[in-house]
């Protein structure tokens, strides 16, 4: 989205500075997307598990 004063946002920000033609573009931001992805699930969701009261649950018998 362009506002027209130059504010087009993060994205365009990320987009602007990555290297190469739009297919080299696409290419990185995929690459860039799955590392991201990777990080995530291999090293903050197990770190953030345990602190998450997700497990906390009271069931009574009735």
């Known amino acids: 989205m362009t506002y027209g004063d130059g ?3 993060m994205y365009g920000w990320i987009w602007r500075h990555l290297p190469g033609t739009v297919w080299v573009k696409a290419l990185v931001s995929l690459v860039l997307v799955l590392a991201v992805v990777y990080v995530l699930f291999q090293y903050v969701f197990p770190w953030a598990e345990p602190l ?11």
């Open 52 to 62: 998450l009261p997700f497990n906390d649950v009271t069931v009574d018998n009735q």
């Open 7 to 9: 504010r087009d946002g």
